[in-house]
Nanobody, 124 residues
Framework: QVQLVESGGGLVQTGGSLRLSCTAS????????MAWFRQAPGKEREFVTA????????YYADSVKGRFTISRDNAKNTVYLQMNSLKPEDTAVYYC?????????????????WGQGTQVTVSS
């Protein structure tokens, strides 16, 4: 069983930045693709970004491309989400997710392990 712990959420003004972190309790972190999803109130969960186990490939939703950056440090079992130029529509609970294999996907069902979520609120 993989446990994921997110941190770094908070309240920020429009145009501001936040960095989320997610640390995994696993000995095979580099073998797992990691992703961030988000869910806004009254909306379905949506894919944000994903990164391959090696860190060499990344994949972004169009809504965050050019503003968000995913990265990982396999030595620290941690994946990061740097969020810049934040907008009110980015307000959501952000979830970290881990796959069993190394290849990234935008589909939530590809990730059996999920964190508890961290709230990001962008004020206008």
């Amino acid at each position: 069983q993989v446990q994921l712990v997110e941190s770094g959420g908070g309240l920020v003004q429009t145009g501001g930045s936040l960095r989320l972190s997610c640390t995994a309790s696993t000995r095979t972190f580099s073998g797992s693709a990691m992703a961030w999803f988000r869910q806004a109130p009254g909306k379905e969960r949506e894919f944000v970004t994903a990164i391959r186990g090696s860190g060499r490939n990344t994949y972004y939703a169009d809504s965050v491309k050019g503003r968000f950056t995913i990265s990982r440090d396999n030595a620290k079992n941690t994946v990061y989400l740097q969020m810049n130029s934040l907008k009110p529509e980015d307000t959501a609970v952000y979830y970290c997710a881990a796959a069993r294999g190394p290849y990234e996907s935008s589909t939530g069902s590809s990730y059996p392990y999920w964190g508890q979520g961290t709230q990001v609120t962008v004020s206008s």
